[in-house]
């Protein structure tokens, strides 16, 4: 594919939770270091280059399973290559602070595949 944005690689995993607390000893132990944000809304650990949230009741996005964040340079270019592609826009662009854009698509067996543009 040539002139294709490239991804940064999915950098960013946010799992919807029952029981904060629990979920935050279990990744704790998982990942052997403790949260880096812990607020009743939202728990998230920084360990080998990866951003994993904990989102209780599955957040605002309403999550019911986890959902992977494919890292990329150029979000509205990345979501028109896909899009071309056959997949369908979920959840557009949208600014989630510090200038960070996060957006969904779903492939065409119906899985949420999502994507973070860091300016």
Do not use: C
């Not at 999550?63 to 990329?72: D, K, N």
Request: charged share 20%; no cysteine; proline share 6%.
């Amino acid at each position: 594919m040539t002139g294709s944005s490239t991804t940064q690689g999915i950098k960013t995993v946010l799992h919807p939770v029952s029981d904060l607390a629990k979920a935050k000893a279990v990744y704790a132990a998982l990942l052997g270091v403790e949260p880096q944000i812990d607020e009743p809304y939202y728990v998230a650990f920084e360990a080998a280059g990866q951003h994993i949230g904990l989102l209780p009741g599955g957040g605002p996005q309403g999550l019911t399973s986890s959902l992977a964040y494919w890292h990329v340079p150029d979000i509205e270019a990345k979501i028109a290559e896909v899009t071309a592609a056959g997949a369908t826009v979920k959840d557009a662009p949208k600014d989630v602070g510090g200038g960070r854009l996060v957006a969904t698509v779903v492939d065409a067996d119906g899985n949420d595949l999502g994507l973070i543009q860091d300016n």
